[in-house]
């Protein structure tokens, strides 16, 4: 079973930027289809970005595109999250997830997943 930790939250300034983390163990990166997502106080846990190995689909949420990128380094068996031009709204804890690419359909899906990381705060405050 794969093994995921997420990593790089922080405090941050609106307009500034952070670049989450997510070392995944146990497996070879390219199997996996990997998914951020994020839970705010109060709200649902909401896909942010993710990335479908098998054929390199990326898909973004509307309230994040053009401010986040998804990538992989699968020589560190890391996937990233960078966040550019944050907002409060963007405050959550951040999760990633990670399934075969084969029984991920729509990637954005939660349910989908069956793997998880800890979870990363990240807060955007002035």
């Known amino acids: 079973q794969v093994q995921l930790v997420e990593s790089g939250g922080g405090l941050v300034q609106p307009g500034g930027s952070l670049r989450l983390s997510c070392a995944v163990s146990g497996s070879t990166l390219d199997y996996y289809a990997i998914g951020w997502f994020r839970q705010a106080p109060g709200k649902e846990r909401e896909g942010v970005s993710c990335s479908r190995s098998s054929d390199g689909i990326t898909w973004y949420a509307d309230s994040v595109k053009g401010r986040f990128t998804i990538s992989r380094d699968n020589a560190k068996n890391t996937v990233y999250l960078q966040m550019n031009s944050l907002k409060p709204e963007d405050t959550a804890v951040y999760y990633c997830?990670?399934?075969?690419?084969?029984?991920?359909?729509?990637?954005?899906?939660?349910?989908?997943?069956?793997?998880w990381g800890q979870g990363t705060q990240v807060t955007v405050s002035s």
């Open positions: 997830a990670a399934q075969p690419s084969w029984r991920v359909g729509l990637c954005h899906i939660s349910k989908q997943y069956n793997n």
